[in-house]
């Protein structure tokens, strides 16, 4: 029979549980036994989790371990070897509807051990994190009741992305796109996982129609997009290129990237069927307080003067319109008219003046709340004198 896949709410007698299991198991291993440990969602206080205690026993020897089966067993527990991992030893107890598992390492391994240590921890000091795990598991205990490898395949980018954040976080790295989590949203990398949903973001025209791109029209270009628009911005230094998703299923509906260059512009996009709920906003202002908490000095946004929506979301995220100017697209190679819009952190009047020094036709527009001004054709080659903006103050 099927392992039957139920996720419960925290269970407070879950840390008392373990304690009692790794008395018996220390009993069991001996002197060879150095540490034992508490791991995975029931060591989380707060967290709904699939009611099995995880533990795992630190020993000296791997091979002392495997004389220790016997005992182990006769404590009701399957002896699997390795099961799939180089250098641990895997037990569980409870058979189809197990209870506990148990993942020996030998005390050299620093790498596996300081791996379940790092995510446990992770999940305790972010309760934002922990909350978006426990909802897609929620819902993928409900999609998958009896299918352990599609509850597992369901969750596996957010545990890949979640490892990540906490190994860099218990070296005290800086994180490339660390997961931001919002009401609605989880934000996260994309992975080559992610291919379908990249498809789908990146083939529609009229999601297109404004983004720096054509439409796909195969998953051979969503392969290549991938690599050129997301792993190579991952393998930088740093770098901001978020997977929007929601929390019920963590599939991407979008995207926000930003980029490190002296620009540091800042981009979004979106599928239709999300369009006008208020995604756009709430990913974005997500990702600003993250690039203020970095440091950051400054964002650029710019929009197409044909798209005001754009500019609406910018003025809701805080940002000002500086300038507007014409722009030979690329690689549509259409003529465009873009508005630049910027937003200090740091307190600074900066205005950022690239494009307005590029640019043969360029102009400052009277803006409505809306994002909308006067129309592009009104300054026809640059027939109206240019001046740049004066400083706007403190944003």
């Avoid at 399957?78 to 506990?100: A, N, Q, S, V």
């Avoid at 205990?141 to 218990?170: H, M, N, T, W």
């Avoid at 009401?183 to 297109?208: G, K, Q, W």
């Avoid at 208020?278 to 997500?286: L, S, Y």
Wanted: include cysteine; proline fraction near 6%; charged fraction near 25%.
């Amino acid at each position: 029979m099927p392992q039957h896949i139920v996720v419960t709410a925290y269970n407070p007698a879950w840390p008392g549980e373990f304690a009692r299991e790794a008395a018996a198991l220390r009993g069991a291993l001996g002197e060879n036994c150095l540490d034992i440990h508490h791991i995975g969602s029931t060591a989380v206080e707060g967290l709904a989790a699939k009611p099995i205690i995880d533990i795992v026993p630190v020993v000296r020897s791997l091979t002392e371990a495997d004389r220790a089966a016997p005992a182990l067993e006769r404590l009701g527990y399957e002896y699997l070897g390795e099961f799939g991992i180089p250098g641990r030893r895997y037990l569980r107890k409870g058979g189809d509807e197990r209870t506990h598992q148990v993942h020996i390492f030998a005390c050299g391994d620093a790498a596996n051990i300081n791996r379940h240590l790092a995510v446990r921890d992770y999940l305790r000091a972010h309760p934002a994190v922990r909350e978006a795990y426990a909802v897609l598991k929620r819902r993928l205990a409900e999609q998958f009741p009896y299918d352990i490898d599609g509850y597992c395949d369901g969750k596996q980018s957010f545990v890949q992305e979640l490892e990540r954040l906490a190994l860099a976080a218990r070296e005290g790295d800086r994180i490339n796109t660390p997961m931001l989590v919002t009401e609605r949203l989880v934000l996260r990398r994309f992975t080559p996982d992610d291919l379908p949903a990249i498809y789908r973001i990146y083939s529609d025209p009229e999601t297109n129609r404004f983004l720096p791109w054509f439409a796909l029209t195969s998953y051979a270009e969503a392969e290549r997009f991938y690599e050129r628009h997301c792993a190579a911005v991952y393998r930088q230094a740093r770098g901001y290129c978020y997977a929007v998703c929601l929390k019920s299923d963590n599939v991407p509906i979008g995207d926000v990237h930003v980029g490190t260059d002296e620009g540091f512009d800042f981009g979004y996009a979106l599928r239709q069927p999300f369009w006008h709920r208020g995604i756009a906003t709430e990913a974005a202002r997500a990702v600003l307080e993250r690039l203020r908490l970095d440091g950051i000095p400054y964002v650029t946004a710019t929009h197409d003067v044909n798209n005001p929506r754009s500019g609406a979301v910018m003025q809701r995220l805080g940002m000002r319109y500086q300038y507007s100017y014409r722009e030979q697209w690329q690689p549509k190679d259409i003529p465009v008219i873009f508005r630049m819009y910027q937003l200090n952190f740091d307190g600074s009047a900066r205005v950022f003046r690239k494009y307005w020094d590029a640019a043969a036709v360029r102009f400052v527009e009277a803006l409505d709340g809306t994002g909308a001004g006067s129309p592009a054709g009104s300054f026809p080659g640059g027939a109206r004198p240019a001046v740049l903006p004066g400083p706007r103050g403190k944003l």
